[in-house]
């Protein structure tokens, strides 16, 4: 009973993938982020090309259309990081990976490259999901609305 008193809880941070402006799910026009379906999270507008590593991991996912990312943290949390809407139907064009499944990954690390000017000519909203599909955690946010890569967005409480 006393070692459970003493037990300290660990903190996982979450740092924004992108410069631009943090939102909450609920601004996200797709019905399974905004109701949090796929799980806890913020959103991302931004004007840059780069999708950057918010935590340090290993790349469990990718989605064949490279819309998608999946990170596992060390400690097992499952942070999903979809790029944009409707962009599964491109295929891949658009998109550049630069990481692969299995690859381990650093806070900050460039993850993928978006041709903006593709998605812009095909009308394609680019916000960006940033979501923790693990279930049971107890999760904070920071309420930042402009972030750098540098920022914290989410705390996690294990």
């Keep these: 009973m006393l070692k459970n008193i003493f037990k300290m809880k660990k903190i996982?941070?979450?740092y924004s993938p992108?410069?631009?402006k943090c939102v909450d799910l609920k601004d996200v026009n797709d019905q399974m982020f905004a109701d949090k379906i796929m799980?806890?999270?913020v959103a991302f507008k931004y004007n840059g090309n780069t999708i950057y590593s918010p935590c340090k991991g290993k790349i469990v996912a990718v989605a064949s259309t490279k819309h998608a990312l999946g990170i596992e943290t060390e400690d097992?949390?499952?942070i999903l990081?979809?790029?944009g809407l409707e962009t599964a139907e491109f295929n891949g064009n658009g998109f550049e990976l630069l990481v692969n499944q299995n690859d381990k990954v650093t806070i900050g690390q460039p993850l993928l490259k978006i041709?903006?000017?593709f998605f812009e000519?095909?009308?394609t909203d680019l916000i960006t999901p940033v979501v923790v599909t693990s279930k049971g955690l107890n999760i904070e946010f920071t309420n930042k609305e402009e972030?750098?890569?540098k920022d914290v967005v989410m705390m996690i409480n294990r």
């Design 121 to 123: 000519t095909h009308h």
């Design 147 to 149: 972030v750098t890569i």
């Design 12 to 14: 996982f941070q979450i």
């Design 76 to 78: 097992g949390i499952e």
């Design 81 to 83: 990081i979809h790029v």
């Design 115 to 117: 041709d903006r000017d």
């Design 18 to 20: 992108v410069n631009g």
């Design 39 to 41: 799980g806890e999270g």
